[in-house]
């Protein structure tokens, strides 16, 4: 089993700047993809950015050229750098971990318990 804590979230003026943090614990996810999606009220939970095991990434449109996700397999950590945060941003932002290849779907095996990321105007 993986257990995965997020970290980082917060309010933010619009043009801003936080960085997520997903701390994994339970067993070393170095051989996982680990990616971000993201929950606005009344919308579907929405795919953000994932980065495989071997630090190949790919981003949602709606966030490339603005946020950034790495991983730290030593602290067993993956993080989301997002910079220049627009209004529409604001959500519970979820971690998410699953083997093999990345994935655009929630189709992921785990998953933690959500930030939240406020972005005002």
């Known amino acids: 089993q993986v257990q995965l804590v997020e970290s980082g979230g917060g309010l933010v003026q619009a043009g801003g700047s936080l960085r997520l943090s997903c701390a994994a614990s339970?067993?070393?996810?170095?051989?996982?993809?680990m990616a971000w999606f993201r929950q606005a009220p009344g919308k579907e939970r929405e795919f953000v950015a994932a980065i495989s095991w071997s630090g190949g990434t790919s981003q949602a449109d709606s966030v490339k050229g603005r946020f950034t996700i790495s991983r730290d397999n030593a602290k067993n950590t993956v993080y989301l750098q997002m910079n220049s945060l627009k209004p529409e941003d604001t959500a519970v932002y979820y971690c998410?971990?699953?083997?093999?290849?990345?994935?655009?779907?929630?189709?992921?095996?785990?998953w933690g318990q959500g930030t939240q990321v406020t972005v005002s105007s």
């Open positions: 998410a971990a699953r083997r093999i290849r990345i994935v655009t779907t929630p189709n992921y095996d785990y």
């Open positions: 339970g067993r070393s996810v170095n051989n996982y993809v």
